[in-house]
Structure formats: C-alpha cells, structure tokens
C-alpha cells in the first residue's frame, strides 16, 4: 500500500484489513480520543502544532512506521509455516587461529546436542555466533546456514524473528500476572487467534514436570523454583517462535529433566544444552568439545555411552525416591538403595 | 569519526552495554571516546576513565537536560574530531521519557531493559520510537517469554528498528552491536547545519527561569492546567 493509500483508510478499516495492527495503534496514545472512524488524512488535518508536540507527534514518521509495521507483519505472518529444518555451522578457527575440529556441524529439529567444556573457554560465544547467524563475521569465523542456504538477515535484526531461545538458572519471572494472564499476553504477542487450547496444553505439561501442580490463577511469582523453570520450559516448547533452544546449567532446576527434553524435542525444536552432568550429557545425541575458544571436537554419543545412561537413570530414579521419601517425613532404609 | 547518540531510561544498562561494546571495537584497533551528559550527578565518567576510554561529562544542572545536550553536542563532536577519535559515544539518559535528542543522520540507539514493565515501550516517546537501534538489556533475570513479549512491544512502536539483546554484564550481543555502530566509510567533522529528529517540547515558563513560589500569581509564560473535572 503506498503512503496516498493509506492516508485514506480510517484507523477502523485498517484494523478490519490487518487484526495485528491493534498493538500498533495501542501504542499511539495521540489516537486516544479522536474519531477511529475518520480516515487518516482527516485526523492529520485535526492536528495542530501544540497538539503533535504534546504527543510527540510527526506525522511522516507515524505512516512510515505504519506502513513497516504493516509490511514486516505481512512478511512475519506469511513466514510463519517457513520451517528450520537444519541448521549448519561450518567451521573458522580457535583462539589462537588454528581451524576447528570438524567438516561441517548439523543439527536438526527433535535432536539434542551438548556442550562440554571448561567456562569461558568459548560457549558463549558458540551461542552468540548461532544467535547471530555468523557469516564470517565474528571473532570466530564461523559461517551459518538455515536449511543448506545463506540465511535471511531478518534473523539477526528482526524483533520478531529470533533463532535461539534461552533458559537458565538466573532467570525469573518478573511480571505482576497469574499463569494463565501471563500466558494469553505471550500468545497474544505472537499473533496466536485461538490460543486457549494451547494455554492448557502449556500448563498441563508444566504441571507434568514439576512435582507440586499449580492452577492457572496463581501468580507466576508465587511459583516455586521448579514449578517456574517447569512453567518456561513448556512455554517455550509450545509458545516461543524460535526453533532453536538453549539449556544452560539446569542441573539443579527440581524437574523432571528427561521429560523436559521430550517436551522440547516433541515440538521439534533443536536443543542445545551447556552441561557437565553425565546424565544429561549423554542424554543428547551429539555433544561439543569446546576449547581456546573452538569447537576441538564433535562426538557422537556411543552405544557404550548409551548403557551407562541407563544406569545412571536408574541411579537417578533411586535419588528421587529417597528425595520424595525425605520430603515425605520417612526415615530411609535399606530398601530405598536397592533398584 | 563516527557519532553515535545512545540514551535511555536511568540504569537501563547504557553504560554497562557501551563499555562492553568499546571493548570489542578497540580489539579492532579503534579508538573510542565517550561524553556523558546527565542532569545533577554522574559517576559514569569514572567507570570510562577506568576503561582506558577519554570522557568528558556535562551536568545540565538546573536547565532541561535535552536541551543542554542539544547546545552542546556540537562543541564535544568538535573535541572528539581533534582527539582523533575513530568513534565517539554520547550517553544520555531520557529523563523525562519525552524527548529524544537524536539528530538526523547520526546513529541513534535506545538502550531499555526487560525489567522496566511491559507497557514502558509504550510509555516512552520518540527517544524509543526514533531509534535505529533499540538495545533490550537484562535478559539474563527475566524467562524467555518475557523477553519475548517486551521485544513484541518495541516492535509494536518502533517497527523500522533494529531490535538487539545485549547483556551488559558478560557482554552477550555486544561484539554485534559493534559491528552496526562503527562504520568505516562514515565521517563527521562537524554537527553544523544539522537538524534534530524532532523538536523539543516549548517548555518556557516562569518556574523554567527560576521562579520558586507556588501559586497562580506567579506563573507566567506558557503554563498548562490539569484538568480535574473531566479527569
Ligand atoms: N543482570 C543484568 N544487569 C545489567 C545488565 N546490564 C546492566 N546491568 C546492571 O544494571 C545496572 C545499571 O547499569 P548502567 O550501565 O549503569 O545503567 P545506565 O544508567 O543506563 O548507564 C548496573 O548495576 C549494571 O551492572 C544486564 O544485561 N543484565
Ligand atoms: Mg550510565
């Protein structure tokens, strides 16, 4: 639509034609209190220089925006089936400059990758290269693909449109909503209609990995510990755009942490998880050795490597018990070490 | 030498994200200057001197702090040309959420944080509306779907921006946003003869020049009432 076009439509029309144009003019507190049903032109002509000035408004600056706001959502709607069905790292070197120990890194949607490797010798900056679509161009070298090709610059600057989503142990919710609030105002973010179904599914999945239930109207800040990191693990399984997921140092989390990544896998994300707990690293399928700065190897999980994961499971299911016993104001005997 | 105007709400992160940012660039061999304008007091001085970055710093003091910056970014654009900076950073913080003194062909980048409330992005005007680039900080304490829907609400009012996460403490994003700031085939001399991104507010009254006592009587010039009738 050119910018003639548009000064035509009234703010009503435009947000029958573009539903998610309703943030957009929410935001525009100098639209407050005139007429939805006039058209744009009109309500420019209504605007004097006191006016625009109290509003901080510029009228050239309003429809530009207008008419990127409407282009990029086009573009974020229309995209929306585009699927990451693989993403490559092709190597560039260490620190020192030496090249990297491997051809060509995939990872696909449902698996799981570790990283391994002592702090600050270069997991942050893995992340920031894959959050960043690298060409080349950072520290590294390292080049990105999004399914074989040269990606689309939207993912470095688009808000919208971000590959990697994160969670760890610092982080908390913040805001002064129940669960189920909270969650109608993520899935409005993203444009979600029908959102209702998903909001249980959210929570029903949450419920399942954390060991207390809560309901949909407690507050995300009454949640304890686990029952919070359970909450943003199955929202952002279900609700965040991005196929990419990073899992830094849940160790300790007090969740479910095998479902946890079945919920994760299950909604095809690829999972990439910082970790030195040999049950979770062995849980993935792949995992990174990092060092001075590189990837010094790429390691696939062995059938060997899969045999101790089950007995180290059973071990863990055994620490549970006792847990759960403990909690439960019982005195541990000897049974409670048998398998 | 490029320019580049950061501003933002107090504690947003400007400086914490800036320093990160300067690291990255002088690994690149360039050198980096740094003014900070606020309204009464700054340490922020000292934490650039502490980084090896040259600054000076200006208190508006009793004047509207916007307007101070806009008298006198031209004079500092001019010290940092001789200085031979490759890159000079302004900081100033949005004091009021109304202004924004960016000035058109400079870059302008809006540092907010995920903190400071959902309907912020809202709140604030064209300082966050006008920017090239908003910089959304403390991602590290807030989940994913938060960061998630306060990124949605800076889409909502400034869609023609670059959106970025930077984290001012390990410095995440930073070697990223310093590619978009520098520029190699930018130059500015001077900032004669260019024009702010938008006017400032008239603020003219008597209290602007001075006036201390309350009360009808003493208010002069361009005074505004609340309206508590229909309020
Ligand atoms: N957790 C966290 N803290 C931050 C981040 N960025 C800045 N801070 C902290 O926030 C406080 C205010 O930062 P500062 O850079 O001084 O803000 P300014 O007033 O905007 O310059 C400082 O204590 C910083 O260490 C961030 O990304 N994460
Ligand atoms: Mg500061």
Redesign the interface.
């Known amino acids: 639509m050119t910018q003639n076009e548009i000064l035509q439509q009234s703010p009503q029309v435009l947000i029958e034609k573009y539903p998610f144009l309703t943030s957009f003019f929410d935001g525009q507190h100098w639209m407050a209190d005139l007429n939805p049903t006039r058209s744009l032109a009109e309500l420019f002509a209504l605007i004097d220089e006191g006016f625009a000035e109290d509003h901080a408004f510029d009228a050239d600056a309003f429809i530009g925006q207008l008419i990127d706001f409407i282009t990029e959502m086009q573009a974020f709607i229309g995209n929306d089936t585009f699927k990451v069905n693989k993403l490559t790292i092709l190597p560039g070197t260490n620190k020192s400059g030496e090249p990297e120990g491997f051809e060509k890194l995939d990872f696909e949607p449902k698996t799981i990758t570790s990283i391994v490797g002592p702090t600050g010798s270069g997991k942050s900056r893995l992340l920031a290269d894959i959050e960043w679509v690298a060409q080349g161009d950072t520290p590294t070298r390292r080049k990105m693909l999004i399914n074989e090709q040269l990606p689309d610059s939207a993912w470095r600057f688009s808000g919208n449109k971000k590959l990697v989503a994160q969670l760890s142990q610092n982080m908390n919710f913040v805001m002064d909503l129940t669960v189920k609030e909270f969650l109608e105002l993520h899935a409005k973010s993203r444009m979600v209609s029908d959102a209702d179904d998903l909001i249980n599914r959210i929570i029903s999945s949450a419920n399942e990995l954390a060991g207390e239930k809560f309901s949909p109207d407690t507050a995300i800040t009454a949640l304890s510990g686990g029952q919070s990191r359970a909450l943003m693990i199955a929202d952002t399984a279900l609700l965040s755009q991005s196929p990419v997921v990073l899992i830094d140092e849940i160790e300790n989390a007090g969740i479910d942490r095998k479902k946890a990544l079945e919920i994760l896998t299950g909604e095809d994300k690829i999972v990439l998880m910082a970790t030195h707990d040999p049950l979770l690293a062995l849980m993935a399928d792949q995992r990174i050795v990092i060092k001075n700065g590189g990837i010094h190897s790429v390691i696939k999980t062995s059938a060997e490597e899969r045999a101790l994961l089950a007995e180290l499971e059973k071990a863990d299911i055994k620490h549970q018990k006792m847990r759960t016993a403990l909690r439960s104001g019982a005195v541990l005997q000897g049974e409670n070490l048998k398998y | 030498m490029n320019l580049v105007t950061i501003s933002g709400p107090p504690s947003s992160g400007k400086t914490a994200v800036i320093l990160k940012t300067a690291e990255s660039l002088k690994q690149r061999g360039l050198k980096i200057g740094a003014v900070k304008f606020d309204c009464l007091y700054t340490d922020d001085d000292v934490a650039y001197e502490k980084a090896g970055i040259p600054v000076k710093k200006g208190l508006s003091g009793s004047l509207c702090p916007d307007h101070y910056f806009v008298s006198n970014i031209e004079a500092v654009t001019a010290w940092g040309v001789e200085e031979k900076f490759d890159l000079l950073v302004s900081e100033s913080a949005g004091l009021c959420n109304?202004c924004s003194p960016y000035v058109k062909d400079i870059k302008a980048v809006c540092v907010i944080d995920?903190?400071s409330g959902?309907n912020t992005?809202?709140k604030i005007?064209?300082m966050l509306?006008?920017a090239d680039i908003?910089v959304i900080t403390k991602?590290?304490?807030?989940?994913?779907?938060?960061r998630?829907?306060f990124?949605?609400?800076?889409?909502?009012?400034?869609?023609?921006?670059?959106?970025m996460?930077v984290n001012g403490l390990?410095g995440?994003?930073a070697?990223?946003l310093s590619?978009l700031l520098f520029d190699e085939n930018q130059h500015i001399d001077t900032l004669k003869g260019k024009k702010l991104r938008?006017?400032m507010?008239?603020a003219l009254c008597s209290y602007c020049l001075g006036e201390t006592r309350i009360g009808e009587s003493y208010q002069m010039g361009n005074v505004r009432k609340i309206d508590l009738k229909n309020n």
């Open positions: 109304r995920n903190l959902i992005p809202r005007g064209p509306r006008m908003v991602g590290d304490i807030v989940s994913q779907a938060e998630e829907v990124a949605a609400g800076v889409y909502a009012v400034n869609p023609g921006a670059v959106i996460h390990t995440q994003g070697y990223e590619t938008f006017s507010p008239s």
